[in-house]
């Protein structure tokens, strides 16, 4: 072999040779950095450091992400693993600040203290003011009903609404008493009697309906014996008792 092909020979034996030996280092390098990641990893979750994460450079370990209150264990815990040779520390997060209770009270509404407020009840009258605004009432509209019958007509059931009305303002102990009238008719005293009891009876029932205690009410039917002045039986009358 030629001189001049020798000595072109000997540098490339050279390269190859330094080129083997570089990957051989370099794959040694990252061997290396994936076992000490490996057990660094397992010794932070051992120790209960989430949260961050460490890559090597060789040796040399780099944590990210650790808490402020956190990073100082998790380097030291990595510097504990065999083989790390240095630790530091990047991007650590603040440690959050709790907000101060405050010292106020949380505001409340005010307790509602005053009493349920209700209706306010009609003044009560004397028996003879009563009687008066009720004679009023009946002179105005009487309480009416179709002929032959205890059915209350339109205007007589309006007039006995009215009647109810005033007797919320009765006096204490005051009883109304409703006298019940019909015209003479074919049927007989008898016949008159029930006829005009049915109507006393059938205005109680409105009264009643419209919240006068039944015990304040006492119907009474008088047949034909008392004949109306207006030449109009087929009526009732109200006593306040």
Same mark, same amino acid.
């Not at 450091?49 to 990210?64: I, K, N, P, Y």
């Not at 065999?82 to 709790?98: I, L, N």
């Not at 008392?226 to 109009?232: A, E, F, I, L």
């Given at each position: 072999?030629?001189?001049?092909? *020798?000595?072109?020979?000997?540098?490339?034996?050279?390269?190859?040779?330094?080129?083997?030996?570089?990957?051989?280092?370099?794959?040694?390098?990252?061997?290396?950095?994936?076992?000490?990641?490996?057990?660094?990893?397992?010794? *932070?979750? /051992?120790? +209960?450091?989430?949260?961050? /994460?460490?890559?090597?450079?060789?040796?040399?370990?780099?944590?990210?992400?650790?808490?402020?209150?956190?990073?100082?264990?998790?380097?030291?815990?990595?510097?504990?693993?065999?083989?790390?040779?240095?630790?530091?520390?990047?991007?650590?997060?603040?440690?959050?600040? @709790?907000?101060? @209770?405050?010292?106020?009270? %949380?505001?409340?509404?005010?307790?509602?203290?005053? %009493?349920?407020? /209700?209706?306010?009840?009609?003044?009560?009258?004397?028996?003879?003011?009563?009687?008066?605004?009720?004679?009023?009432?009946?002179?105005?509209?009487?309480?009416?009903?179709?002929?032959?019958?205890?059915?209350?007509?339109?205007?007589?059931?309006?007039?006995?609404?009215?009647?109810?009305?005033?007797?919320?303002?009765?006096?204490?102990?005051?009883?109304?008493?409703?006298?019940?009238?019909?015209?003479?008719? %074919?049927?007989?005293? /008898?016949?008159?009697?029930?006829?005009?009891?049915?109507?006393?009876?059938?205005?109680?029932?409105?009264?009643?309906?419209?919240?006068? @205690?039944?015990?304040? *009410?006492?119907?009474? +039917?008088? +047949?034909?014996?008392? @004949?109306?002045?207006?030449?109009?039986?087929?009526?009732?009358?109200?006593?306040?008792?």
């Amino acid at each position: 072999m030629s001189a001049a092909r *020798l000595a072109w020979l000997v540098p490339l034996a050279l390269l190859v040779s330094g080129a083997l030996a570089l990957l051989a280092t370099w794959q040694r390098a990252d061997g290396i950095e994936a076992d000490l990641g490996a057990r660094s990893d397992a010794a *932070l979750a /051992s120790a +209960g450091l989430g949260g961050g /994460s460490v890559t090597f450079d060789g040796r040399d370990a780099e944590l990210r992400g650790f808490g402020a209150d956190t990073a100082e264990r998790a380097a030291a815990t990595v510097r504990g693993v065999d083989g790390v040779r240095t630790v530091s520390t990047q991007d650590v997060a603040p440690t959050p600040v @709790p907000a101060a @209770p405050s010292s106020a009270p %949380p505001s409340a509404a005010p307790p509602n203290t005053a %009493p349920p407020s /209700s209706p306010p009840s009609q003044p009560r009258l004397t028996k003879e003011a009563l009687q008066s605004r009720i004679d009023d009432a009946l002179a105005a509209d009487p309480i009416t009903f179709e002929p032959d019958t205890a059915e209350l007509t339109g205007e007589g059931k309006r007039t006995a609404e009215r009647i109810a009305e005033l007797a919320a303002s009765a006096p204490t102990g005051a009883r109304l008493e409703i006298d019940g009238h019909v015209a003479k008719g %074919p049927g007989g005293k /008898s016949a008159a009697r029930k006829l005009s009891q049915e109507r006393a009876q059938a205005v109680v029932e409105v009264l009643t309906g419209a919240g006068v @205690p039944a015990d304040k *009410l006492v119907a009474k +039917g008088f +047949g034909d014996s008392r @004949p109306s002045t207006k030449g109009d039986d087929r009526r009732v009358e109200v006593e306040v008792r």
